[in-house]
């Protein structure tokens, strides 16, 4: 009895669908990221990028954004500061990942792609603002920015759940001013637990076997 309401109780929570609530705002002082996943208001969890910084340093280049890290449970969030370039050891990691993603590209190409088609998006609003002192010009342009919106919703429409979608889009241009670029993307969708675990399974698996073919290949340099 009791393996069966383990069992039962695993199941449930295999079937529950987890809340993903995406913010991206671009304004005039930079950009700005927000990420909330949200397990039936058990679970909480917040990830915030207030700034990203790209910048070069004696032809160096340098990648770096402060990320804040909230949980329900947790009033206080962690704040910290992450920075990508060639001088440093996270660098070689990203360049690491990168190998292995090449390596297994058409396996995860087919679980990427199982796994959007599990995604059921629920809402999506994206508001643009720009202006430019040609009116022709400006014209032009949002003629542009709409067909690249809809030409982009009919991609995502081929492999994500667009159904029960809620999709707002707002173009607003200024003309005779110039008004830079302004954006706003707010997206949530759900997606189950189960799909996130068995694709967290199989990435892992994928990983150690990387990880231990490199381990066996630097053996056999090392021997020879």
Known sequence: MIYLLLILTFSLVFLIPVKFHITVLKKISGEYIKLE????????????????????????????????VSSKNKKNSNSKKFVISPLRDRFKRLVNFIKFFYANLNTFRKLIHALLSKVSITYLNVDIVFGNENPALTGILVGHIWSAIYQSLGLLSMYLNFNRADIRTNVRPIFLKYEPLQMEINCIFHLRV?????????ITWYWLWFKYRQYMKKGRLCNG
């Open 37 to 68: 996943t949200n397990l039936l208001n058990l679970s909480k969890i917040i990830l915030e990028i207030p700034d990203v910084k790209f910048s070069m340093t004696s032809l160096i280049p340098i990648l770096s954004f402060e990320y804040k």
């Open 194 to 202: 189960g799909y996130i675990i068995i694709a967290s399974f199989i």
